[in-house]
């Protein structure tokens, strides 16, 4: 186990383009539920499901609600020391820059610069009719949309909803010259992001809780917490060099 770290810690000195793909499962430790591990726990119902384009159009209330509780967690939410690690990472010039499915904005609060918000950001609000923005006091108030009365919304990337083309072509360039891509805290289920790691050319590690299904696509496979390699990895890279 040991050994697979050193490695990373080597691999990471190495790269000069290094890209770190994210997921839930970077934040579970900062107390925000993944959906994987979560489902049931919200009114039995599978967040997969109301995060959707479809409760939006068809269950308002749900949606909302649904999006007012996950808000409402976030307050009391702070970056952990894996967060922190990877700003200071691309401070020091070890990684070139974040792609994240995370809508939490923990890695902007570590002080990480370089982020692509591939399925948005969940703290900035927008009308779903006439795309004016709005404020997130109106959306939590449950107030019709101020410019058009209509829905208001965060703005997040919803399961059938397409991605942001600048930030996933970004995304897409940085990866495909990367010469290490470090994946972690994703169940890699959700497309198009899924595909991401593949576009890498080079070293591909994935770091996660259950790494039983896509252990075949990587060059090294981490099984653990997201804080826990992260800081491990980091002390070992102070003694690397
Ligand atoms: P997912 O829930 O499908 O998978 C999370 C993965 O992380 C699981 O495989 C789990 O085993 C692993 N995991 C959980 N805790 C971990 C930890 N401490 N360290 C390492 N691994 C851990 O999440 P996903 O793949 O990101 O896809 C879910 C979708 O839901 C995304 O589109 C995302 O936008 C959205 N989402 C975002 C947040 C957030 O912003 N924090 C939270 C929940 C869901
Ligand atoms: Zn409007």
């Given at each position: 186990d040991e050994k697979k770290l050193t490695l990373l810690a080597s691999w990471i000195k190495e790269s000069r383009h290094t890209?770190?793909?994210?997921?839930?499962?970077?934040?579970?430790?900062?107390?925000?539920?993944d959906f994987r591990s979560s489902k049931g726990l919200?009114?039995?119902?599978?967040?997969?499901?109301?995060?959707?384009?479809?409760?939006?159009?068809?269950?308002?209330?749900?949606?909302?609600?649904?999006?007012t509780m996950r808000i409402e967690n976030l307050r009391d939410c702070k970056p952990h020391e894996g967060h922190k690690i990877l700003a200071d990472w691309e401070r020091r010039g070890f990684i070139s820059c974040i792609a994240t499915q995370n809508v939490d904005g923990l890695h902007h609060m570590a002080?990480?610069?370089?982020?692509?918000?591939?399925?948005?950001?969940?703290?900035?609000?927008?009308?779903?009719?006439?795309?004016?923005?709005?404020e997130m006091t109106e959306f939590l108030?449950?107030?019709?949309?101020?410019?058009?009365?209509?829905?208001?919304?965060?703005?997040?990337?919803?399961?059938?909803e397409s991605l942001?083309?600048?930030?996933?072509?970004n995304a897409t360039q940085e990866i495909s010259k990367a010469e290490l891509v470090i994946v972690i805290g994703t169940s890699l289920q959700v497309y198009p992001v899924s595909q991401l790691p593949d576009l890498c050319k080079g070293k591909k590690v994935y770091i996660n809780l259950d790494?039983?299904?896509?252990?075949?696509?990587?060059?090294?496979?981490?099984?653990?917490?997201?804080r826990d390699?992260?800081?491990?990895?980091?002390?070992?890279l102070q003694e690397v060099g």
């Open positions: 890209v770190v793909l994210t997921g839930a499962g970077m934040s579970t430790e900062s107390g925000i539920p919200w009114r039995n119902i599978d967040p997969r499901t109301v995060a959707s384009k479809d409760a939006l159009d068809n269950n308002y209330e749900l949606f909302r609600d649904f999006y002080g990480s610069e370089k982020i692509y918000e591939l399925h948005g950001n969940i703290r900035t609000i927008r009308c779903e009719d006439c795309d004016a923005p709005a108030e449950r107030k019709p949309c101020p410019n058009c009365g209509g829905k208001l919304r965060p703005n997040v990337v919803l399961f059938g942001p083309y600048t930030e996933l072509y790494v039983d299904i896509h252990s075949h696509q990587f060059d090294l496979v981490i099984k653990g917490s997201a390699v992260l800081t491990r990895t980091n002390t070992l």
